[in-house]
């Protein structure tokens, strides 16, 4: 069956640590992956976008990589802050399907 | 980033009534929109998806004559619940993309609550 996981529920980091987030998939060829922050009560908000034929991308203090041949991406965020606690959502695009697949999302709190 | 506009942010309607949550593409054109719905602590599920000018194609166990999709400009595109029951009390969010491979930008959700 086709799955999209993150890598936990909840994670909780010190601030000014490095937050590493994990996006796994089985039985998907993605033509792109996003990942995206919610706060609560609130849509989406996007970050970064990384296509299948890309290794990493950044943007400021966050990073996202994507091995298609281990089926994960990770989003790191560098110098975490409280300001940085959210859940924070990958989604899958497949070509195949023409839409997008999220996955369950982490939780992440940054204590101060 | 690219700015999508959902109104209203929050909807109270009684039982049996119908509510339309609209969702425009502020600065771009959006050829595709998504219509999501999200339980508590859950992900994003999608209901349907709409191309502009087109029949919008829905998911498998969305009602389309409950869930009335309208994309009737490449900037705006409504959600109509209609004969709105209890159970369908939840967090919609509109999200829309301008190309086939670029990014896709979220609303910022209606609550809705049905009485």
């Known amino acids: 069956s086709q799955k999209i996981e993150q890598n936990s529920e909840a994670l909780n980091i010190q601030e000014g640590k490095t937050a590493t987030l994990t996006c796994n998939y089985t039985?998907?060829?993605?033509?792109?992956l996003q990942w995206y922050r919610q706060d609560p009560g609130r849509g989406p908000v996007f970050l970064l976008l990384?296509?299948?034929?890309?290794k990493e991308k950044r943007k400021e203090r966050l990073k996202v990589t994507f091995d298609t041949t281990l089926k994960q991406s990770l989003f790191h965020i560098t110098a975490s802050q409280p300001a940085d606690s959210a859940t924070y959502l990958c989604?899958?695009?497949?070509?195949?399907?023409?839409?997008?697949?999220f996955g369950t999302g982490t939780r992440l709190k940054v204590l101060a | 980033g690219a700015v999508v506009s959902q109104h209203p942010s929050r909807v109270i309607c009684k039982s049996g009534t119908s509510v339309k949550i609209e969702c425009r593409s502020l600065?771009?054109?959006?050829?595709?929109m998504f219509w999501y719905r999200q339980f508590p602590k859950q992900s994003l599920m999608l209901m349907a998806t709409?191309?502009?000018?087109?029949?919008?194609?829905?998911e498998q166990g969305v009602e389309k004559d409950k869930f009335l999709i309208n994309h009737a400009s490449l900037t705006l595109s409504t959600l109509t619940v209609t004969s709105a029951h209890p159970e369908d009390s939840s967090f919609y969010i509109c999200?829309?993309?301008?190309?086939?491979?670029?990014?896709?930008?979220f609303g910022q959700g209606t609550r809705l609550t049905v009485v």
């Open positions: 999200s829309a993309r301008e190309g086939f491979l670029s990014e896709a930008f």
């Open positions: 039985n998907y060829s993605p033509a792109y």
């Open positions: 990384i296509r299948e034929n890309e």
């Open positions: 989604a899958l695009f497949t070509s195949g399907t023409y839409k997008y697949i």
């Open positions: 600065d771009f054109q959006a050829t595709t």
């Open positions: 709409s191309n502009e000018g087109s029949k919008a194609t829905y």
